[in-house]
């Protein structure tokens, strides 16, 4: 199956900047659509952005939109959530997730998920 592990989390001032990565193994990674979701303390997991396997559709959560793009490599497997002007309510643990469908974007139609990177930004 799919393994999916994620980079690039860590403490930043507001109105910063954020890179994070996520490292795909097994199975064939660029025929699944990815997404970002995030999860703070004491709330549920929250759709952040999605993109298909082809790369040719993203979506964006309105809370990220014009803020956050999400791309990826096919030659490389990975995908990348960059992330600016990051504001303090972006503080969560930040998971990549893959599905093999596209149109819905809560948690429950991704398949697989990595182990999760923290992002904490501080005001």
């Known amino acids: 199956q799919v393994q999916l592990v994620e980079s690039g989390g860590g403490l930043v001032q507001a109105g910063g900047s954020l890179r994070l990565s996520c490292a795909a193994s097994?199975?064939?990674?660029?025929?699944?659509?990815m997404g970002w979701f995030r999860q703070a303390p004491g709330k549920e997991r929250e759709f952040v952005a999605a993109?298909?396997?082809?790369?040719?559709?993203?979506t964006y959560a309105d809370s990220v939109k014009g803020r956050f793009t999400i791309s990826r490599d096919n030659a490389k497997n990975p995908v990348y959530l960059q992330m600016n002007s990051l504001k303090p309510e972006d503080t969560a643990v930040y998971y990549c997730g893959v599905s093999r469908s596209w149109g819905r974007f809560g948690p429950s139609v991704y398949d697989y998920w990595g182990q999760g990177t923290q992002v904490t930004v501080s005001s």
């Open positions: 097994g199975g064939t990674f660029s025929r699944y659509h």
């Open positions: 993109i298909t396997w082809s790369g040719g559709s993203t």
